[in-house]
Nanobody
Framework: QVQLVQSGGGLVQAGGSLRLSCTAS????????MGWFRQAPGKERKFVAT????????YYVDSVKGRFTISRDNAKNTVFLQMNSLKAEDTAVYYC????????????????WGQGTQVTVSS
């Protein structure tokens, strides 16, 4: 069992920045690829970014490329999502998730989820 605890959400103006954090407990952190997903009201949960266990490989949905950066610090059992140049359409509840093995954009493949944190971008 892995517990994921998130922090860093909040309210920002368009063009601003936020940094989300997700700290894991349980199994060794580097065994897991980590992902970030988001869900806006009335919409499906959507993939944002993922990172391999080593941190060597990353993938982003096209809409956040060049603006968001996923990273991890395995010594701290923490994954981050740095969000720059935020847009109103980035407003959502953001979830971190862990999957054993390789990165994935498919949320159904993830086994463990954080509690979610609200990101609101005003325009």
């Amino acid at each position: 069992q892995v517990q994921l605890v998130q922090s860093g959400g909040g309210l920002v103006q368009a063009g601003g920045s936020l940094r989300l954090s997700c700290t894991a407990s349980g199994r060794t952190f580097n065994n897991y690829a980590m992902g970030w997903f988001r869900q806006a009201p009335g919409k499906e949960r959507k993939f944002v970014a993922t990172i391999s266990g080593s941190g060597d490989n990353t993938y982003y949905v096209d809409s956040v490329k060049g603006r968001f950066t996923i990273s991890r610090d395995n010594a701290k059992n923490t994954v981050f999502l740095q969000m720059n140049s935020l847009k109103a359409e980035d407003t959502a509840v953001y979830y971190c998730a862990a999957v054993q093995g390789t990165p994935s954009a498919q949320y159904l493949l993830y086994d463990y989820w954080g509690q979610g944190t609200q990101v609101t971008v005003s325009s």
